[in-house]
């Protein structure tokens, strides 16, 4: 019982420490996220698009214009 009680203490106290952020997504038929990212738009910029597909389905997840690495976080 006294190993349950730590073991809940643990998980409880881990659950705190995380922060859930969320975003919308797009979401649409394959086809047409393709069209989107691959159409005249996207052609003459730069940057980056991230996209989960199953299926016929697609999901626009993250795209940016402009990015650059950062090397400067520290994470205590």
Same mark, same amino acid.
């Given at each position: 019982m +006294? &190993?349950?009680l730590i %073991? !809940? =203490?643990l998980m409880a106290? !881990? %659950?705190n420490a995380q922060t859930?952020?969320? &975003?919308?997504?797009l979401c649409a038929d394959l086809k047409e996220i393709i069209k989107?990212? =691959?159409g005249p $738009?996207? +052609?003459e910029k730069t940057g980056w698009t991230i996209?989960?597909?199953?299926? $016929?389905?697609?999901?626009i997840i993250g795209a940016s214009e &402009?990015? $650059?690495l950062a090397t400067n976080v520290k994470i205590e």
């Open positions: +006294k &190993k349950i %073991a !809940l =203490t106290g !881990l %659950a859930v952020f969320q &975003k919308p997504v989107t990212v =691959t $738009e996207h +052609k996209v989960e597909y199953r299926n $016929e389905w697609g999901c &402009k990015s $650059e």
